[in-house]
């Protein structure tokens, strides 16, 4: 596959594993120079190995994107890299207290999903865009969740942030279509991820599978390759839409 994204430079929060890796690793493939970014550098640093082992050009910025002093410096460095950013994916994300009703979730864990899921979405937005709409066809994908299209027991933080983040890349992508930004994002059912591994233990693999209409989980180059297609060209009329890669599980 050809998508156009030879020569482009994207930043990935979050993608130092999962997701979040898998997006950068086919945004490489396609040409595009990539940044990952996550909070731990030593998986930051092996990120960069295999993207450069699979042929790709990288580099690991470490930041927490909660910071707006971090979220600044990762996206001057990213720009300093190599003079342009094309492509914004947010991937950055944690879970919080998962299957824990609304009445004894704690404040603490409210305002730390919350700070990383959708505050750190916005901060890299917020950054991040003046660079964007110096680039024609520049665009940002937001990782979401089927958790973010409907409810559910993975924690009332979780579900709001996810939510929310759909919240901010429809508003975005009213005020920046005009200039030629494109804001999508993506809502991706079960795969097999950090946070999908402390979510599921294994012998409920199976059980989870069974939920959507496919009746398995998701490969990783499946939504990578969702994620790269919203970035290029081919997407080009594409705005402010959440392209769901689940399975089928939220048409039911």
Same mark, same amino acid.
């Given at each position: 596959?050809?998508?156009? *994204? /030879? ?23 396609? &040409?595009?120079?990539?940044? $990952? ?22 580099? %690991? $910025? ?6 707006? $002093?971090? $979220? ?15 492509? *914004? ?9 998962? %299957? ?16 990383? /899921? ?18 024609? &066809? ?8 089927? &958790? ?28 920046? &279509? ?12 079960? %795969? ?37 297609? *919203? ?7 594409? /705005? ?13």
């Amino acid at each position: 596959m050809h998508l156009g *994204l /030879n020569g482009k430079v994207a930043l990935i929060t979050g993608g130092t594993t999962g997701i979040g890796l898998a997006g950068a690793l086919a945004l490489a493939a396609e &040409g595009a120079k990539v940044v $990952v970014s996550g909070r731990r550098t030593r998986e930051g640093e092996q990120a960069v190995i295999t993207i450069r082992e699979a042929g790709g050009l990288a580099e %690991f $910025v470490q930041a927490d994107v909660s910071r707006a $002093v971090e $979220v600044q410096r990762l996206v001057e460095q990213t720009v300093g890299f190599w003079g342009q950013l094309d492509m *914004l994916i947010n991937s950055a994300g944690i879970e919080g207290t998962p %299957f824990v009703p609304l009445a004894d979730y704690s404040e603490d864990d409210w305002d730390r999903v919350l700070d990383i /899921n959708l505050k750190g979405t916005w901060l890299c937005m917020k950054y991040a865009t003046p660079h964007l709409l110096r680039q024609q &066809g520049a665009s940002i994908v937001n990782v979401s969740s089927i &958790g973010g299209v409907n409810g559910g027991s993975l924690g009332v933080a979780y579900h709001a942030s996810k939510h929310g983040v759909l919240g901010v890349t429809r508003a975005a992508a009213i005020e920046y &279509g005009s200039q030629g930004l494109r804001i999508n994002a993506v809502a991706p059912g079960v %795969f097999a991820t950090e946070m999908s591994e402390r979510l599921f233990s294994e012998d409920k693999h199976e059980t989870v599978a069974q939920t959507n209409p496919m009746k398995r989980w998701g490969r990783l180059e499946e939504i990578a390759a969702a994620i790269a297609w *919203l970035c290029s060209p081919a997407a080009g009329y594409v /705005n402010g839409h959440t392209l769901a890669v689940d399975g089928g599980f939220l048409i039911q």
